[in-house]
């Protein structure tokens, strides 16, 4: 009986094994998309750029000119892409800019739920003016 029992106890936890913790995904950085990086242009100041991009994830003493924006995603523990874009000044104007972007963000506008009273009033008052004209 007693072996028996361990048995049972070491199968149960032999298939423990392979149970994994839950990993969360991860995004880190400045999430640049396409439609951000078409509105920034040659000659924009530095403050113009903050604005438009964010602040920047890493400033460089070294490179006080370059600002480099870096964003990665993880999902379920393992990178799933990395992304850099960098911005080039001379004083305070951009005089470069370049590489890689996520896609650009879709402008959907959602209609607000209408209201069904509202919408009935509507109907109704479009049946009254048809009504009230001559055919």
Known sequence: MR?????????????????????????????ITADQT???????????????????????????????????ASKGGKQEFDKRYHVLFEGDRVIGMGGETLEARANVTEKAPEDPRAAAKAAAREAGAKEGQPQ
């Open 3 to 31: 072996t028996l029992l361990i048995a049972a106890l070491l199968t149960g936890l032999a298939g423990c094994s392979y149970l994994t913790p839950y990993k969360l995904d991860i995004p880190q950085g400045n999430a």
């Open 38 to 72: 078409a509105k920034l242009k040659l000659g924009m100041s530095r403050s113009q750029v903050r604005f438009l991009l964010g602040t920047p994830l890493l400033s460089d003493p070294f490179h006080a000119n370059r600002w480099d924006y870096i964003y990665f």
